[in-house]
């Protein structure tokens, strides 16, 4: 992935310098001198010839000895790599805890030259198809960062399944040393992390991609909290939200443009999809970064032409992936109002009593999701807070409807260590009166309050992201969508 890794530095610095014990040094120079001075017949010299070729002996001993930068060929800038001290990570610190501790991270002199070829191995890549296993993977990249001298990543899917897990690299990729060296990628993969600018940020070079033929992107874009922006200009950059916002109108212009799908979106429509996804930001700005309300956020997406399915058939498969950094849905409900944190509590106590067993966290995540749930009290006094994920998730299955069930639009939730799959008769919530009344989606077959969430979609994880991830995946059926079109 880099020109240069740690361990070729390390190698090189050792290579040239190869170890040797006092010991040894004294017995190898010992014997080097009686061999040089037989050959050279010291005792035989007169006494000023004799101090000269003792000289020239010590000269050719310690030849070998002295620091050849040529050789070496270690700058200054390898130099301090070398000597670099752990950078503080929100998100690696959070996914393997131990790198915290004394003698779990190590500085790449003092590391062991052998762990220098790990191979890691990620498969099923995708918070949407495997959270668990796709969270411990970042996490198994957390600890080869704190240890390795090298090592390298084989992503073995053939296609980018979903874009959210590479956000969440994107996010801490610079605090890490540069110890991965490459690996497996297919060119499918290739494509869409260069169009979506991910391999930029990740400092990744793609040789073999010579088009973008079937990847369309909705790019990556970042807000900073305050003082940490990375712009040479932040007093004149557009804000970033509207940014992120106008190319997501852009975006899905550009995938309902699809010849086979010949849609736009209508004046309307991209109002209210600017709105959409302009409340979901502004809500992770404000409910990720404390009472500051001042949080970061990176959002993106990509849409693909691909070829999925026992049939084979030609579809559309769109993934987008939204992440704040900071607070847990869960940790910043303590903000919220005095009467809904109680009547969260509540819900809590109903429903361990009845036997649910995810965690108090997981459980406070889930009534999070909810219509009218907040955590600025404001919003809850004027009744106009808590309704972003549920919209969110109104849109994406009315933009993903399709006959092909395992296409079916699904979203997953990961908050701190608390994991939500919304899919199957889960997949969005559901107004439990007048159309108008709040949308409720409790996981369980009454979709009630009272009844515990069931296990397969709202569940505990083993690894803790400190912050939360919005990964969505649907499709476009260009036949299906043409149908609902032409009978609207």
């Not at 970042?222 to 997501?248: E, W």
């Not at 079916?408 to 199957?424: A, M």
């Not at 969430?453 to 059926?477: C, K, N, Q, R, W």
């Amino acid at each position: 992935m880099k020109n240069f890794t740690a361990a070729s530095i390390v190698k090189r610095i050792l290579d040239s310098r190869p170890p040797q014990s006092k010991n040894l040094t004294r017995v190898t120079d010992s014997s080097k001198r009686r061999a040089l001075a037989k050959d050279w017949n010291i005792s035989g010299l007169p006494p000023g010839t004799r101090q000269s070729a003792k000289r020239a002996i010590e000269n050719v001993i310690r030849k070998d000895k002295k620091y050849n930068p040529s050789r070496a060929e270690i700058g200054p800038d390898d130099m301090v790599l070398l000597l670099r001290d752990k950078r503080s990570s929100k998100v690696l610190d959070a996914l393997y805890p131990e790198r915290r501790q004394d003698g779990h991270w190590l500085r790449l002199k003092d590391r062991d030259r052998t762990v220098s070829d790990k191979e890691i191995d990620l498969r099923n890549f995708s918070f949407l198809e495997n959270p668990k296993d796709t969270l411990k993977s970042i996490r198994e990249l957390a600890e080869a960062e704190a240890k390795c001298l090298g090592a390298k990543i084989h992503f073995k899917d053939s296609y980018c399944l979903d874009v959210a897990p590479f956000m969440v690299l994107v996010e801490c990729w610079k605090e890490m040393l540069p110890v991965f060296e490459g690996g497996e990628m297919d060119l499918p993969m290739q494509k869409v992390l260069a169009s979506v600018g991910v391999g930029h940020a990740l400092g990744i070079s793609f040789a073999g991609i010579s088009d973008f033929e079937d990847v369309w992107s909705f790019p990556l874009s970042r807000r900073r909290n305050a003082g940490s922006t990375l712009s040479k200009s932040p007093y004149v950059d557009v804000p970033t939200r509207d940014y992120a916002t106008d190319r997501f109108c852009e975006a899905m212009d550009e995938w309902l443009g699809r010849p086979e799908i010949g849609l736009e979106l209508s004046d309307n429509g991209r109002v209210q999809i600017m709105n959409l996804l302009g409340e979901v930001l502004e809500n992770a700005e404000r409910h990720s970064d404390g009472l500051r309300r001042d949080g970061s956020w990176s959002v993106s997406g990509f849409l693909a032409r691909r070829q999925i399915g026992d049939d084979q058939r030609w579809t559309y498969r769109a993934s987008i992936g939204i992440l704040s950094i900071g607070d847990t849905f869960s940790e910043s409900l303590d903000r919220a109002h005095p009467n809904q944190k109680e009547n969260i509590n509540k819900y809590v106590a109903e429903v361990r009593k009845r036997g649910a067993i995810q965690s108090d966290a997981t459980l406070r995540t889930l009534a999070a999701l909810q219509d009218t749930v907040t955590c600025v009290e404001e919003a809850e006094d004027g009744d106009r807070g808590g309704y972003g994920l549920m919209d969110m998730l109104d849109f994406v299955c009315g933009l993903g409807q399709t006959d092909q069930t395992h296409q079916l639009p699904q979203v997953t939730i990961i908050s701190g260590s608390s994991c939500i799959r919304l899919k199957d008769a889960y997949n969005s919530g559901v107004a439990q009166t007048a159309d108008f009344s709040p949308r409720v989606q409790w996981f369980n077959k009454e979709n009630s309050a009272k009844v515990p969430p069931d296990v397969e979609y709202v569940f505990d994880l083993d690894a803790h992201l400190p912050g939360t991830v919005i990964s969505i995946g649907f499709s476009l059926d260009p036949s299906f969508l043409s149908k609902v079109f032409e009978s609207d």
